[in-house]
């Protein structure tokens, strides 16, 4: 009789196990399975208790780079401290001239009743809103309401200030303007959405110019849309400098001989002649600014 017992047993068991095994495509995980993988020993290499979303919580983990001619500044490793010149807000330089660059490229942080200040003497500036709304004046009082993916070009030495009644994140580049004589830059406020997709031969990315293509202008700031699965055709090395800021999505960047997964919220920079090249990775677009200095005699 017992026998009999742990025959039928055996059936009711195997059983079971084949009508988890068929469950398991339509529903939910079982118990089962669950208590199966938890007391596996190796469990944890197939599921981490460090989810990639999640490494920046390991002590002293950073996705962070910096080489002779290229940067990769990760939002774990921003370091903010007060703007100097401005009121309640924090800034974090991203990329300055200590790495070789001739400009700047930060984050403003700005908190109720924040005010910015003005760039040092023959400096002109661009900010680009990534959060809230700012209110922009200048000295002829005229007022413009900025908000998420506007932007507002300042030439140098134009007194001008910025201010925020709650709170607002601001893209900052500045530069030391290179004069060209009988050439004037003009304030310009507008938004990404207002510039026409441009003609990009050889490419499939989606190029817009936040600034005039005309001789005044010593810099441009580039945004640039690539859908799932595109990427540069041209492995670019050129005189330029890059200043970068991923607003989207996600994808690998080539710097030199290292590539490097990248995602929103990640700067770079990028020195002149290091080979260069993206690829979108993911389920969205991947959309960046990038600063571009133009119109110059590299001499």
């Known amino acids: 009789m017992q026998s ?7 059936i009711a068991l195997n059983l ?18 669950a208590e199966e993988d938890s007391q596996s020993l190796y469990w944890k290499v197939t599921k981490p208790t ?14 962070s780079v910096y ?12 370091v903010f401290s007060p703007l100097p010149d401005w ?23 700005m908190q109720e009743k924040s005010r910015s200040g003005i760039p040092p003497h023959d ?24 908000i998420v993916d506007s932007y507002a070009y300042l030439p140098p030495n134009l007194e001008h200030s910025v201010m925020c009644d709650t709170s607002a994140t601001l893209v900052v580049f500045e530069r030391r303007y290179a004069f060209l004589e009988d050439h004037i830059t003009e304030q310009i406020v507008s938004s990404t959405d207002k510039q026409p997709l ?15 293509a005309s001789m005044p202008y010593d810099f441009n700031i580039h945004v640039m849309d690539f859908q799932p699965g595109e990427f540069l055709n041209v492995k670019e090395v050129h005189y330029n400098q890059h200043g970068l800021l991923l607003l989207e999505g996600q ?47 590299p001499l």
């Open 50 to 63: 460090l989810s990639p979303p999640h490494l920046q919580d390991l002590p002293g983990f950073t996705r």
């Open 123 to 146: 400096v002109e500036r661009l900010i680009f809103v990534v959060h809230g709304t700012v209110t922009l004046s200048n000295v002829s009082d005229v007022s413009h309401k900025l």
């Open 251 to 297: 994808g690998i960047y080539r710097l030199g001989d290292n590539w490097y997964p990248v995602q929103a919220g990640d700067a770079i920079w990028m020195a002149p002649f290091v080979p260069q090249w993206y690829a979108a990775l993911g389920k969205t677009r991947s959309r960046y600014l990038l600063y571009k200095d133009v119109n110059r005699n």
């Open 16 to 33: 079971l196990r084949v009508g988890v095994a068929e469950e398991r495509f339509c529903s939910a995980p079982s118990i089962f399975k």
């Open 87 to 109: 009121t309640n807000t924090l800034g974090a330089y991203l990329i300055s001239p200590a790495v070789g660059a001739h400009f700047v490229m930060y984050l403003a942080k």
């Open 4 to 10: 009999s017992q742990l025959f039928l047993l055996s």
């Open 67 to 78: 080489k002779r001619d290229h940067a990769l500044i990760t939002p774990e490793s921003h």
């Open 198 to 212: 441009l003609q990009t031969p050889g490419e499939v990315f989606e190029l817009r110019k936040l600034l005039p």
